[in-house]
């Protein structure tokens, strides 16, 4: 009877097996219905395992026995609720595809194989090599910094410029406002509009007017520099011949002096701004660098004194010399360079005179030792007892 019963049992789970195998049946091609069918499959052998074993456990094998049926009865629930949450996510799933056409692969041109690209293993790893940020970031060069400038008017510079260089544009610029403007904030601002910037530019320059003059000096003295250094490399390549030093300080001094005939008018404005206090140390300063500049180009190497007393007397000729510019009315300023070569003439004849002193000097002290020694000799003081 019990056995008859186990029998019915199996017969009730194999008809539910099958209802279930006709139902997902239209759709077994698809992967998730094929893993449904194996667990049911799975389950309906683990049940008939159980009915058909007997009541009570052999006594010769007892723990084989209570082994496969606690392993039977400890797998078959668990795959059963397998099978049941695979067939509730089946069944969400095929609604959801059911309801969205643009997801059905029979009806997407792009899931067939012969068209799909994705197929292609070539494509494949280009598409992933092309669509992984990774990639991208390994292949892609860093940015630069940007190192160019844009001013108001739209122009675009190739080079990032500093507040220094920036100040010198806009003061280069200003220059040639000096003579309407003088030497002053307005010409700076003029300046600045030149350059394609805003009059408010001017609140970079805290010395105000000072560091227009300041610019201009500094300027003429770089200009000054490459001249005498360009005529120095003819020298030394045989392409020119040498001047005598008065006639190079004579030049030097002519070519600084010319560069400030263009704001003539505004000079004496311009040196009563670097007389101010806070002006005379850069004043005295690009002074000393042009009178040292003018001496080394001019072949002076002395180490002694004479580095000294040499770049003061160049120093007061040049001072000089700017004073009677500003008050010379003569064609070209022939007058001013009349003067700077008297006092040019002046310092060398100094320095042969100086020379005669000190060879003078020196023949004085030997005939003095001379006389001496004659004397001793005479009076026998340096005869020996």
Do not use: C
């Not at 700076?188 to 010395?207: D, R």
Request: hydrophobic fraction near 35%; avoid cysteine; glycine fraction near 6%.
């Amino acid at each position: 009877m019990a056995t008859l019963l186990r029998g019915l049992r199996a017969a009730r789970t194999l008809r539910g097996l099958g209802n279930v195998m006709v139902q997902a049946k239209p759709t077994a091609s698809k992967p998730q219905f094929n893993t449904l069918g194996r667990g049911f499959h799975r389950a309906a052998l683990l049940r008939l395992q159980d009915d058909s074993k007997p009541d009570k456990p052999s006594p010769s094998s007892p723990s084989t026995t209570t082994t496969s049926y606690h392993e039977a009865q400890g797998q078959g629930p668990a795959t059963l609720s397998q099978a049941a949450s695979d067939t509730q996510d089946s069944s969400a799933s095929q609604q959801a595809s059911a309801s969205d056409p643009a997801s059905d692969p029979a009806s997407d041109p792009a899931s067939d194989p012969a068209s799909d690209p994705a197929s292609d293993p070539a494509s494949d790893s280009a598409s992933d090599s092309a669509s992984d940020p990774a990639t991208e970031a390994a292949t892609e060069e860093p940015p630069l910094p940007n190192t160019s400038y844009q001013d108001q008017s739209g122009e675009q510079g190739e080079e990032y410029e500093t507040e220094e260089q920036l100040q010198a544009r806009i003061l280069t610029a200003a220059l040639d406002f000096v003579p309407q403007f003088g030497w002053s904030m307005e010409a700076i601002a003029a300046g600045a509009e030149t350059v394609g910037l805003s009059s408010a530019s001017t609140g970079m320059f805290y010395n105000g007017a000072g560091d227009l003059v300041l610019h201009f000096i500094a300027q003429s003295n770089a200009q000054l520099t490459e001249i005498l250094a360009e005529q120095h490399n003819q020298v030394q390549l045989g392409q020119a011949e040498a001047k005598e030093i008065a006639d190079f300080l004579r030049d030097a001094v002519e070519i600084r002096l010319r560069m400030a005939i263009p704001y003539i008018d505004a000079w004496p404005q311009a040196m009563s701004i670097l007389l101010l206090p806070h002006n005379i140390p850069n004043s005295l300063k690009h002074l000393a660098t042009l009178v040292d500049d003018i001496w080394y180009y001019a072949g002076d190497r002395s180490t002694d004194l004479n580095w000294y007393t040499r770049r003061a007397a160049l120093t007061g000729i040049y001072n000089t010399t700017e004073l009677v510019m500003l008050q010379d009315s003569s064609p070209d300023f022939q007058d001013t360079w009349n003067f700077l070569d008297n006092r040019i003439q002046d310092v060398v004849n100094m320095s042969s005179t100086a020379k005669q002193v000190a060879a003078t000097g020196e023949a004085v002290a030997q005939g003095l030792m001379g006389a001496a020694v004659t004397l001793k000799n005479l009076t026998g003081m340096n005869q020996r007892r």
